[in-house]
Every structure is written in C-alpha cells, then in structure tokens.
C-alpha cells in the first residue's frame, strides 16, 4: 500500500539523516530536542487528465522555512512537501508528494509526533473523474464535460481530531483574501486545531510567492499580530514560540 | 493595452540582448543569421479564482532548447514562455506570460518573423468563470459549482492562418497519449501548419519533465522518426533542419 511505501521511505530516510550531514543539527541540544514535528508545505496537485491538473499558487516557502527553523532548535522533523522550486532542507527528513491524499497519507505515516505544522496549500477540492487518457479536442469544437469537484481529505482536521495519535500541538494556516482574522478564527473552532496562522494571500499582497508575509497568530487567548517580516523571520519566531509553549507546560491548558 | 506593454517589453529587452552578453550569439554569422523566431514554451496556467489554476505537467525543456539551439546558429529569438523551473536562454529575448490569451498576444506582437515554434503545451481550455475571491468551503459541506471549460485560443492555428504576418515556417507540437501518428498528422491539416513535431506523453514514457524525447517530424512530403535522444539534441537537430530548409528555397513548396 502507499502507507507502507511511505512507512518504508521514512525509515530508509532517517538513517542518513542520523549519520549524515544533519546529524549536527538533530543531534545539537536545543529547546525541541527530543521532539518530532510534521510540517506540511506547498501546493497539491490534484489530477484531471495524465497531463492536466489544478494547482494553486503556494510556493512553499513558508512550509520550508518553518521545518528549517524547527530543525534548527534541535527538533526531529519530517517535511511533506507537494512541487514546489525548493531544495530540501538540510537536516529534515522530506517526503514528496502531489495530491491531497497521497499528502495525508505520508503525514499519518511519519506519525507520532509531538507537533504537527500544516503549512501546505491543501487543495480543498479533486476533480471527481481523473481520465486515463489526455482530454482531446473534438471535431466540431464539442467542449470536455464539466470538471465536477469533490472534498479532498482535511489534512488539518483529521490530525487535529482528539485520539491516541493527536499530536500535543496542532498548527494550522489560514489563507484568506477576505476578512482574515473573521475566517481564521471560525477555522480554528471549526477544525480543531490549537493555533492558526492566518495571512492575507489577496492579490497584491505578494505572499503567494514573495518573500514576505504579515501574519497573525491566534490560539485560544486571542490574536498576536505580528508585523510584516520575511518568511524565514515568522518562521523562526513560530519555531520559538513553539518552543516556549513546550517549555512552559503550565499554560498548556490555554494551548 | 497588454499588446502595447508587451511591445514596449520587446523593445526595451531587445536593446541589452543586441550589446550585452547575447552579442556574439546573435551577431555571429550563422545559417539563420537575419532570421527572426519567435519560439512558445512551458504550461499555461488557466485562473480558477485568485489562488487556484489549470496547469499542465510541461516543463519547457523542449522549447528552452529549441530557443537555444535557434540562437546558436545566428537567429534572432523570441521566446514567450508560461511558468518553468528554468532560467532564460542566453541571448534570446524571453517573455514570461501565463495564460493561452497572454501567450497569443505576446507572440503577436513579436510578429514579423521568419519562423514559429509552438512548442508550448497551450491549454486547450480555461475556466469560463474566474472568480473574483478564493472558492471557500461552504457550511454543510456543498460543493462548489462544476468547473466549465471553454475554449481557449488556438495559437498554432491562429499563426499558422494564411496573411501578410504568417511566418514563412510554422512548427507546432503535438503531445499524444494514443495513436502518436495518425493524431498529428491530422494536427498538422488541422492547424495549417507546415511541420508536426510529434511525441508520445504517455504515463511512463518520461517525457513530461524528462530529459529526454522521442519524436517524429512530420511534413508535406511524409515522416521522419528521430531515435530517443536529449530534448537538447532534438532541439539542435530541428534547428539545423529548419536552417536547412532556409538554405534550399527550391524545396520550399514542399515545406
């Protein structure tokens, strides 16, 4: 099965890592030593045709920027990424995937984990019929048939389900174009998540692919806004706030 | 209007290209020197809403080194290329679009030329809504409306219509999944283009993203099967042929 395969790509991938060139970087002591983070980054792609598919524009530079921060504190991380323009990062195990379901199927195989960050740009919906031949144009200008949708799998709400496998800290992102804050807070409640990092992707706004992101994180105490920063810097400030949170089991409670 | 600023793209890019580093490509004497191409390659990405699209799985290796290989033998290149992975040829006017309609009106201002490849994978469809906001999940779980398709230009067909800008030589691609042959030479009386480079996509055969092609030529006088070789040594021969051709104006009634 995919699980298995997954399961076995894992366990070939982290035996490099544990005597390769991340070994410094899991092995240093850090605030997350000892932890395992899933972070998902990226777009899906969900299939129409052996050549079409519909994407969205994640460029996954967030996702990635966050595994590296979370390696970096001396987190154990698994990274499950659709296509993106980036290299790996250095010292996270990544595990490459297209559409919605092969993503969730890698991120329940790489569980356990302390910490789960779904940074992906999960396609909501798949195009109900996947043809095994490319569409082609009729004679006579005859249109396809519609593209009917169906409901991918909810990466986000699926982990985020209460059960032996919940990770003690469940992050989700909200992109909206919209009433941001409004959005991400009924995604919160409706999804079950602890916290969500919600951002702005109306276009403009240059996150979806740019370098820079202004970002609001909410939990269960409220919105903290942060101010516009490159991608790389809310990574390694939601990398230490993790950190805090795990190191200030007290306030657990109100995660 | 986009025509206008693609003009007014052309020109200010084809200043640098005749006094910068491109220089002794493109004044070095050659076969094609004095001849102009302008060359498609890469996906078009079709808009759905803001953040969603129709892509296809081209990567544009094929018409980045078919631009290339032009440029080498002392052509004046433009290529007009949909999103890639790759950076822009050396020496050859490159303009970066997404969608089919950009990608028409940026070839037609290109126009004149002496020579078209169409070696982009167009789609042949777009959404016939694009939505001003992202397509959110609906309370209760209903589904977004099915996606209809209409049709998008024909880029092939519509340089390859007889008239005062039709350039002398039109080569269009044909990507086929079943019956290769029979597909693209009924491709080729249907475009109205004078030769057919045609391959064989399929799952399996590695094309799509792959380094290397198998293909077919195909012209008035019949077919030539070309062994498997890089997309780079498919470029350079097609481009030796096309220089071929302009070099032999007796065979040209049979182009």
Redesign the interface.
């Known amino acids: 099965t995919i699980v298995e395969a997954i399961r076995a790509a894992l366990a070939e991938n982290s035996r490099p890592a544990l005597t390769g060139p991340g070994t410094a970087l899991i092995d240093a002591p850090g605030p997350l030593s000892g932890r395992h983070a899933v972070v998902t980054s990226g777009p899906t792609?969900e299939p129409?045709d052996?050549?079409?598919?519909?994407?969205?524009?994640?460029s996954g530079k967030q996702g990635h920027a966050i595994a590296a921060a979370l390696a970096a504190l001396g987190c154990q991380v698994t990274l499950v990424t659709g296509p993106t323009?980036l290299t790996d990062p250095a010292g996270v195990d990544t595990i490459h995937i297209e559409s919605a379901r092969e993503m969730l199927a890698a991120v329940e195989a790489a569980l356990p984990a302390d910490i789960a960050v779904c940074a992906a740009?999960v396609?909501?919906?798949r195009p109900a019929i996947e043809a095994g031949?490319?569409?082609?144009?009729q004679p006579g200008?005859a249109?396809?048939p519609?593209?009917?949708?169906?409901?991918n799998p909810d990466i986000l709400r699926t982990i985020s389900a209460p059960g032996p496998s919940r990770p003690a800290l469940v992050v989700g992102f909200a992109?909206?174009?919209?009433q941001v804050l409004d959005?991400a807070r009924a995604k919160r409640a409706r999804k079950g998540c602890d916290w969500i990092v919600a951002n702005d992707?109306?276009?403009g706004t240059g996150t979806?692919g740019g370098d820079d992101n202004a970002v609001h994180l909410i939990d269960a105490d409220g919105t903290d806004s942060w101010p516009a920063m490159t991608k790389q810097a809310v990574a390694d400030r939601l990398a230490r706030r993790i950190a805090d949170h795990f190191a200030a089991p007290t306030t657990k409670d109100s995660a």
Chains 1, 2 share one sequence.
């Open positions: 792609h129409i052996p050549v079409r598919y519909i994407a969205n524009r994640s323009r740009a396609a909501d919906w031949q490319k569409l082609k144009k200008g249109l396809p519609d593209i009917r949708l169906i409901e992109a909206e174009t919209e959005h992707v109306s276009t979806f």
